[in-house]
Nanobody, 125 residues
């Protein structure tokens, strides 16, 4: 069982930036697809970004974050980051890291095998 631990959340003003990190245990990390999802109060968990296994480094983003968020991975550290720029109040949510063992780019929550506990991101207007 892969364990995922998120960090880096916090409170930021609109237009600001945050960098989320997710540390993963288990091997082979380089073969996993890693995704970020978020859940706002009263809403369902939704896809944010995903990066494929290290053979291709393919990425995919939800439309509203495209151009503002960047997902990256560091296999030496077993970590995946989410750089969030130009944050908006509607980005406020709990952000979750997740992994998919087969390495494929998938945007649905049910396709992921392991989840972290989440980290709160609050963007004030």
């Amino acid at each position: 069982q892969v364990q995922l631990v998120e960090s880096g959340g916090g409170l930021v003003q609109a237009g600001g930036s945050l960098r989320l990190s997710c540390a993963a245990s288990g091997r082979p990390f380089s073969r996993y697809a890693m995704g970020w999802f978020r859940q706002a109060p009263g809403k369902e968990r939704e896809f944010v970004a995903v990066i494929s296994w290290s053979g291709t480094y393919t990425t995919n983003y939800e439309d509203s974050v495209e151009g503002r968020f960047t997902i990256s991975r560091d296999n030496a550290k077993n970590a995946v980051d989410l750089q969030m720029n130009n944050l908006k109040p509607e980005d406020t949510a709990v952000y979750y890291c997740a992994c998919r063992r087969d390495g494929a780019i998938v945007v649905v929550t049910t396709a992921y095998d392991s989840w972290g506990q989440g980290t709160q991101v609050t963007v004030s207007s």
